[in-house]
């Protein structure tokens, strides 16, 4: 997989953020787009993270891991 540092990398409902900005980003430097598209999609990695760690210990893929995803905290 080929990921472009400088080019949109995420436009998950109406967010637009780079690989660049958002590990600016995690590391509390200011990235190059607004603060709130780059927080949200930080959230959905978080999100996305937490529920491939569940699904590693055993949690199957289910509605209930979805809801879960979705309810996970900011």
Known sequence: MCVSLSGP???IEGT???LSDLLLF???EAPGVPFDDVGEVSNYVAALEHG????????RLSSR???E??????
Do not use: K
């Open 69 to 74: 995803i979705r309810d996970h905290p900011e």
């Open 52 to 59: 491939l760690a569940r699904m590693a210990s055993g949690f």
């Open 16 to 18: 637009l953020s780079s």
């Open 26 to 28: 995690e590391l509390e």
């Open 65 to 67: 891991w979805l809801r």
């Open 9 to 11: 990398v995420s436009q």
